[in-house]
T-cell receptor
């Protein structure tokens, strides 16, 4: 089946620290991969995406590379800000049999302190 | 572009009552999705429409749940004979006609069953 595993949270960092949130996936086909972010009191927002192996998605200083050999899509940012405090979700879209649903991980809560 | 809207934002109901939620997708998005999110978990797929056709339903969607998308515009999700286990955030998302099928989420409807 299709599944996503994220590192357990919560993660607490100081401002300007380096961030890595690990994400690995299991899929039977060639999924697209996504990171979504949920800021406090707001809805899910697409942060970045990658649709094939070795693609790098990037947005707002965040990056993630689609690694087929390790079935991973780790999220990184070189210098986090207080405003990055949110819950981050890794997700895949399996495109099996025409299915376009998203399969999400459990989410990782990030808190950035000044 | 006003984004995906959902109504109501909050609903408190007594066990056994029926509830109906509405989702208005971004105009011209022909794909519409419903997800359910419980505390500390990622969203779980419920069902998916392409225009007015319901193309996929999750096994999570019991017979008490029904969704419609008449005329391929807004969608409704009805839960009959609500149970306490139905308490969750119900999320709607829409997607345009692009290859990567990015999904844009609404703010959600929080259901509490007492």
């Amino acid at each position: 089946g299709n599944s996503v595993t994220q590192m357990e949270g919560p993660v607490t960092l100081s401002e300007e620290a380096f961030l890595t949130i690990n994400c690995t996936y299991t899929a039977t086909g060639y999924p697209s991969l996504f990171w979504y972010v949920q800021y406090p009191g707001e809805g899910l927002q697409l942060l970045l995406k990658a649709t094939k192996a070795d693609d790098k998605g990037s947005n707002k200083g965040f990056e993630a590379t689609y690694r087929k050999e390790t079935t991973s899509f780790h999220l990184e940012k070189g210098s986090v800000q207080v405003s990055d405090s949110a819950v981050y979700f890794c997700a895949l879209s399996p495109f099996e049999g025409g299915s376009e649903k998203l399969v999400f991980g459990k989410g990782t809560k990030l808190t950035v302190n000044p | 572009d006003t984004g995906v809207s959902q109504d109501p934002r909050h609903k408190i109901t007594k066990r056994g009552q029926n509830v109906t939620f509405r989702c208005d997708p971004i105009s011209e998005h022909n794909r519409l999705y419903w997800y359910r999110q419980t505390l500390g978990q990622g969203p779980e797929f419920l069902t998916y429409f392409q225009n007015e056709a319901q193309l996929e339903k999750s096994r999570l969607l019991s017979d008490r749940f029904s969704a419609e998308r008449p005329k391929g515009s807004f969608s409704t999700l009805e839960i009959q004979r609500t149970e306490q286990g139905d308490s969750a955030m119900y999320l709607c998302a829409s997607s345009p006609r692009t290859e990567t099928y990015e999904q844009y989420f609404g703010p959600g409807t929080r259901l509490t069953v007492t």
